[in-house]
């Protein structure tokens, strides 16, 4: 017995469809809306059948609606495009289709894509912001080493040291980088796409004067734990550094100093003591006395010269 087919009912295929689907005819009169169209917009069909298209949606005429759906009538081709509709307060995709009667429009409700995708927008922009605002160079890599995300001063940062423009999309490690900085920085992205964070210090040069540059380098980890890449912070010490040289080298004098008065100073002071100790003062004219006389001068001679000679290491601590 040959199975009975039913009849395919197209309404309701239409009714059962999330997209809100109307009909116009060439005269752009509505020949048909869907339950969609009528649920959201509470566009009663009976209501709205065979009225004009322009007439029920006025403020479409100012909008993409009356370019776009001309154009789909008029060249006869599908037209896609997405405008702020005034009269729902919300932002629509359309889809129009010419027929052999008229048009049909296919239009869903994206507002909420369209927030989000603004709210994306907004957050890109704080975070450019964000990053743009320090002085510090700032990066991202992803596993190949090529540049996903950096800030304005990375840009002059890398320009300055290598006379190279980068930007995202290029490679950081590019050829033509000097040979002995590439091998460091490709062993460094290497390490910390290992899962290792550290800082390493390099000097560079910039304008034929040395610079001393701290790179911290941080691996990325996705959703599931795996590395993506590395997160590269750059910070110019040069300032630090020769602050750092200047008090290590102010402490090197400072132990000099030291050296001198436990060993230069206490001597002469430790002869004059005993010097004075041999005099004889029940006797001024003792002829003894005068020997003592000259001993002291001339070790308190050498103790001034000694004296003079912490004074000037003393004054170059402070140049």
């Known amino acids: 017995m040959q199975e009975k087919k039913h009849p395919i009912d197209i309404e309701v295929i239409l009714d059962s469809i999330t997209d809100g689907i109307l009909t116009v005819d060439k005269d752009w009169n509505f020949t048909y809306i869907n339950a969609t169209l009528q649920r959201l917009y509470g566009m009663n069909r009976e209501t709205y059948l065979g009225r004009n298209y322009w007439d029920v949606f006025a403020k479409a005429k100012q909008l993409?609606?009356?370019?776009?759906?001309?154009?789909?009538?008029?060249?006869?081709?599908?037209?896609?495009?997405?405008?702020?509709?005034?009269?729902?307060?919300q932002w629509v995709s359309v889809n129009a289709y010419p027929t052999e009667d008229g048009l049909i429009v296919y239009t869903k409700d994206i507002t909420w894509e369209r927030k989000l995708q603004e709210q994306i927008q907004d957050n890109e922009k704080n975070l450019r912001v964000l990053i743009n605002s320090t002085e510090d160079a700032m990066w991202f890599v992803d596993k190949n080493c090529n540049i996903v995300l950096c800030n304005e001063h990375f840009k002059k940062w890398i320009y300055n040291f290598t006379g190279k423009n980068l930007d995202i999309g290029d490679n950081v490690l590019y050829e033509g980088y000097d040979s002995s900085y590439l091998d460091k920085f490709e062993m460094c992205y290497r390490i910390s796409l290992n899962g290792k964070s550290f800082t390493a210090i390099e000097d560079m040069k910039q304008d034929g004067k040395q610079r001393f540059i701290s790179v911290t380098f941080n691996p990325v980890h996705d959703e599931d734990n795996n590395i993506i890449g590395v997160s590269c912070f750059s910070r110019d010490i040069t300032e630090q550094r020769n602050h750092m040289l200047k008090i290590e080298e102010q402490n090197r004098v400072l132990k000099e100093i030291a050296v001198i008065?436990?060993?230069?100073?206490?001597?002469?002071?430790?002869?004059?003591?005993?010097?004075?100790?041999?005099?004889?003062?029940?006797?001024?004219?003792?002829?003894?006395?005068?020997?003592?006389?000259?001993?002291?001068?001339?070790?308190?001679?050498?103790?001034?010269?000694?004296?003079?000679?912490?004074?000037?290491?003393?004054?170059?601590?402070n140049k």
Do not use: C, M
């Open 64 to 89: 993409k609606f009356w370019d776009e759906l001309h154009r789909a009538v008029n060249e006869r081709k599908a037209v896609h495009f997405e405008e702020y509709s005034p009269t729902f307060h």
């Open 261 to 317: 008065q436990s060993h230069k100073i206490r001597g002469p002071v430790a002869t004059i003591l005993g010097l004075t100790q041999l005099f004889n003062r029940d006797d001024i004219n003792d002829p003894v006395n005068s020997e003592i006389v000259e001993g002291v001068v001339d070790v308190t001679r050498e103790l001034d010269k000694t004296i003079r000679e912490v004074v000037e290491k003393a004054n170059a601590i």
